[in-house]
């Protein structure tokens, strides 16, 4: 997801402050918790970001869902970004914010691509394997193609590891069609 | 048509299977955010270099091939990428696979002969390159000065005019400049066909063709020109007609360049014709506008200037040292072991002017670049002058040091003499009661203005022009009516070849024209004229 300077410089903001304070961890849960929240509810971005609904009622609303959930600290700072008038960024900054704490914390998500669901073993083996060759943890996250016909391929950041059937033969085929025209 | 058996297909497959790698491979790969006109904003690809090419494997164009593009911008949050392919093929969400290789073609001896497009496929339905080729950048800095030379040598165009009057040496760059329909192309195309007396000496000198935005019939018309007189055994066609997208038409003289580098640094003559760099230049400005780079001067963006100067830089005379020549900076590592001094890139840049406005920018800017222009002027090609040269504009900076030495001695007068006419010309239109003296230099100047004059795909070799000129030098022309001119001019270059072969393959190889064969030249020159008088 393109997230914008805007965005990252208040996730660091928050970061930083929430280091200081030492409530990282709790911090952390209630921005996942809005994060959540924004991704499960559609209706909740769009309004969000929505030009035509007034800053106040929108700050209205947010209170409304989050006050009683969320730690003092992140109560603030929503009512903060409402006062700069960023409301329509929100998802943009808990994203951003995730980011900066995995940063943060050693960890990196990968993203694995896999004809046949994988079972909780070979994802264990996986997970650790590639733990050791990044010597960071690693966040496993699953996406079945069928059309990979087997094999498997391993995106981390913009980088990927690719070993699957489907990419081995294209490869074949470029070798045959390469020589083919010689 | 040879038969194929099956077990040799199945051999050729096994050979080709074990030489295949079951590794897993690593990538870098982005996203695409928007595409449109020949450009794509990418998301990701955090680590690529600017000029890199990349892959779109999940675009297929009508034939199946998946898109190929190059990095321009490289900007905080995303990467600006224009596209070799059709942008239809691209859609949003595409990933865009890096390849870890800066825009470069394969280069070799078996390019000659060839048309290629500007990444090197050959599109000419001959099969794949032969031979064996090295990977060469198409960006690449200019030799420095250590390692340069200045201009010693001429490239002969086999034009009497330029010749002459415009010497160009090789290692020169030379602007080739006019409205369209003038005959730039046709001065280009001479001189490479010119090229091939030079191709049994040890001094060969080997030419590119770049056609920028040109029509493709135009291109398949020069291709045909070139084979039927024998010049396409020693030439490399880089074709990017009008029909290719800008990106293609912005890197064609780079591939130019690029081919014209491994001759040069392999010590080895090459020409390049940049045909044209206007429509170079307007590629460029529509990458530029809807890359968003900010527009200046007639829109183009703020490094016009710079496009072409570090093109254009690349024509270097190489200095004949293989020691000092083996240090040049940027020689690619495959190149390395190859590398020899001595020798030369040579550019021919074309530009063409609206209404003969040589002060436009982008003319202004490749007049300055290069060492000297050949303006071509409408005027002179409607009066039939053709080669339409205007002498009085035309300059060659660095070629007089290069020039064959009875030439040089001979061209110095001329230009005198043609400068002259010229203004003696204007007045002559008003009056007609011109004292002896002015009649007279009318006279020569007429009949010099015609032996100039040259037909399309006539070059002729250098002791032939200074032959011509030893005749019009001691006056003998003015014997002549001016229509008798192309007459005599035949006449003579025939009675000399066949009297004075030796004497002539002498003058080509010294470049002297001594005082014993100047007489007899003279009389030969006097037996043809009372021949031609006495007939008429």
Known sequence: ?182 | MSQVRPDEVSAILRKQLSGFDNEADTYDVGTVLEVGDGIARVYGLSKVQAGELVELPDSKDQKGKSVTGMVLNLEEDNVGIVLFGSSSAVEEGHTVKRTNDIASMNVGEGLLGRVIDPLGNPIDGKGAIIGETVRLPLERKAPGVIYREPVAEPLQTGLKSIDSLIPIGRGQRELIIGDRQTGKTAVAIDTIINQKETQDTDKPVYCIYVAVGQKGSTVANIRKVLEENGAMEYTTIVAAPASVSAPMRYIAPFAGATIGEFFRDTGRHALVIYDDLSKQAVAYRELSLLLKRPPGREAYPGDVFYLHSRLLERAAKIINDDKVAKEMNNIPEELKPKVKGGGSLTALPVIETQAGDVSAYIPTNVISITDGQIFLDTDLFNQGIRPAIDVGTSVSRVGGSAQVKSMKKLSGTLKLDLAQYRELEAFAKFGSDLDASTQAQLRTGERTVELLKQGEYQPLPVEQQIALLKVNDEGLLNKLEVTQISEFEAQFLETVGLKYEKEMDALASSGTLSDTFGEKLIEIANSVIDQITATN
Not at chain 1, 35 to 41: D, F, L, N
Not at chain 1, 93 to 120: C, P, Q
């Open chain 1, 1 to 182: 997801m393109l997230v914008s300077k805007a965005a990252r410089r208040y996730a660091t903001a928050l970061l930083e402050l929430a280091k200081e304070q030492d409530v990282l961890e709790r911090t952390l849960e209630d921005v996942l918790l809005i994060k959540g929240t924004i991704e499960s509810s559609r209706d909740l971005l769009i309004f969000l970001r929505s030009p035509v609904i007034k800053p106040d009622k929108k700050v209205a609303a947010l209170n409304a869902i989050f006050a009683d959930e969320v730690s003092d600290l992140v109560h603030k700072y929503i009512t903060l970004i409402a006062r700069k008038n960023r409301q329509n960024m929100l998802d943009e900054i808990v994203t951003a914010f995730v980011d900066k704490y995995n940063e943060h914390a050693g960890i990196i998500s990968a993203e694995v691509f896999v004809a046949r669901e994988l079972d909780d073993k070979q994802l264990a083996e996986v997970k650790q394997t590639l733990e050791k060759v990044t010597k960071k943890t690693v966040n496993l996250s699953t996406t079945v193609q069928k059309d990979l016909k087997g094999g498997m391929a391993v995106k981390i950041d913009d980088t990927v590891i690719n070993a699957t059937v489907k990419y081995k033969l294209e490869q074949l085929e470029d070798v045959f069609l390469s020589a083919a025209k010689e």
